[in-house]
């Protein structure tokens, strides 16, 4: 006979995380009520509500040619120009 309740088991799911976070999410879970199952459940299904994560995630920005260009420019900065005032470097940008 199939299973009854409305959270059947269907599939395994298996991560590599390293110990000491496995252990901290753990606590947290614990103190929440919850198993990893449900929790890790939980995330699945936040997953599928929103169609992407269930929170921001902030990726490095790739540098472009030009920002890796000026980054090695400041690396050298004997070699950048300098200006005595604001009006000469403005007149040297044409601005």
Same mark, same amino acid.
């Given at each position: 006979?199939?299973?009854?309740?409305?959270?059947? =088991?269907?599939?395994?799911?298996?991560?590599?995380?390293?110990? /000491?976070? =496995?252990?901290? /999410?753990?606590?947290?879970?614990?103190? &929440?009520?919850?198993?990893?199952?449900? /929790?890790?459940? &939980? %995330?699945? =299904?936040?997953?599928?509500?929103?169609?992407?994560?269930? %929170?921001?995630?902030?990726?490095? =920005?790739?540098?472009?040619?030009?920002? &890796?260009?000026?980054?090695?420019?400041?690396?050298?900065?004997?070699? &950048?120009?300098?200006?005595?005032?604001?009006?000469?470097? %403005?007149?040297?940008?044409?601005?």
């Amino acid at each position: 006979m199939p299973p009854t309740d409305a959270i059947s =088991k269907t599939t395994t799911v298996s991560a590599r995380i390293d110990e /000491a976070t =496995k252990e901290n /999410a753990v606590r947290v879970f614990e103190r &929440l009520g919850l198993t990893t199952s449900q /929790a890790i459940m &939980l %995330f699945y =299904k936040q997953v599928e509500l929103r169609q992407g994560l269930p %929170f921001s995630v902030e990726l490095p =920005k790739v540098p472009n040619e030009d920002t &890796l260009e000026a980054i090695r420019e400041a690396e050298n900065p004997e070699a &950048l120009c300098s200006f005595e005032t604001p009006e000469a470097l %403005f007149r040297d940008l044409g601005v």
